[in-house]
Nanobody
Framework: QVQPVESGGGSVQAGGSLRVSCEAS????????LGWFREAPGKEREGVAC???????DYAESVKGRFTISRDNAKNTVYLEMNSLKPEDTAMYYC??????????????????WGRGTQVTVSS
């Protein structure tokens, strides 16, 4: 069983930076893959980034070059560093964990454990 807990959201002006964190303690296999998803009002939840236990990463095209996902296995924590933020990045950001993952797809259905989210708001 895994219960991800996000922290670090907030408000920032366009062009600014934020880092969100997620502690995901639990079974080792269930945290092989840690991902970030986001959901804006009126839109479906979409994948942002994913990282495996060994540091391999996957990013949505919309955030490539601006966001960086990383993890500290010793702390069971995954981070999302967000730079050059845009108003369209405004959303609730969710952390998720999984034992399996299909690379390149960032599908929410691959993830079985979800946090409650942290709000990120980018003003223009």
């Amino acid at each position: 069983q895994v219960q991800p807990v996000e922290s670090g959201g907030g408000s920032v002006q366009a062009g600014g930076s934020l880092r969100v964190s997620c502690e995901a303690s639990g079974s080792r296999i269930s945290t092989n893959y840690l991902g970030w998803f986001r959901e804006a009002p009126g839109k479906e939840r979409e994948g942002v980034a994913c990282i495996d236990r060994y540091g391999s990463t996957d990013y949505a095209e919309s955030v490539k070059g601006r966001f960086t996902i990383s993890r500290d296995n010793a702390k069971n924590t995954v981070y999302l560093e967000m730079n050059s933020l845009k108003p369209e990045d405004t959303a609730m950001y969710y952390c998720a964990a999984s034992s399996r993952y299909r690379w390149g797809l960032l599908r929410r259905t691959d993830f079985g454990y979800w946090g409650r989210g942290t709000q990120v708001t980018v003003s223009s």
